[in-house]
């Protein structure tokens, strides 16, 4: 089985995936840190030095590569379902898991990790809920295809096995 987490930033997609892929016993791939290792740049850097589009067409590539794993865990960006046809070829290839949360919820936990997130990393605090929310607005005809819908506030990862036990 192919599992691919999908939701905005910081809905906690990463330590999710951690925890979910050692309760199965699934190899761990964050689709950010791929990226930082196959272009040898931060993602910061990356937007800085090419641009976001350059960045959502070697996000498309890495997804194309890591779409032919097993047993894995994919946790990927904020946008990565929302570019070229990811949403259709993550549905293609795997079981995708949005991990849905409010605004506030993520203008809560991003507050402290701005720095590491170019689309953000230059919006104060108290813009950052009213920033959010448009960028969820234009997101969620996306992450809505997900095949599983999950509060990201409450979740464990044996509720999500008992979950994708269902989906069989
Ligand atoms: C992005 C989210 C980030 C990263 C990049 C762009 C987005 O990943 O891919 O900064 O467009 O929402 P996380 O969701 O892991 O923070």
Do not use: W
């Not at 097993?70 to 993550?90: D, E, R, W, Y």
């Not at 950052?128 to 969820?136: A, G, V």
């Amino acid at each position: 089985m192919l599992i691919f987490l999908i939701g905005m930033m910081g809905s906690g997609k990463s330590t999710f995936g951690r925890k979910l892929a050692k309760f199965l016993q699934y190899d761990f791939i964050d689709v950010d840190s791929y990226i930082e290792n196959k272009e040898q740049l931060s993602i910061a850097e990356l937007f800085e030095k090419m641009g976001e589009d350059a960045f959502r067409k070697i996000e498309h590539q890495c997804l194309i590569e890591l779409a032919k794993r097993t047993k894995t865990i994919v946790s990927t960006g904020g946008g990565a379902p929302c570019f070229f046809n990811n949403m259709q070829l993550i549905n293609a290839s795997g079981i995708s898991v949005y991990l849905k949360a409010d605004v506030a919820f993520l203008a809560s936990r991003l507050k402290s990790k701005k720095k590491d997130r170019p689309l953000i990393s230059n919006i104060n605090d108290v813009d950052l809920p009213y920033f959010l929310d448009e960028i969820l607005i234009n997101r969620e005809k996306f992450y809505s295809q997900a095949k599983i819908c999950i509060d990201a506030k409450d979740i464990k990862a044996k509720d999500l096995v008992e979950l994708l036990k269902l989906e069989d």
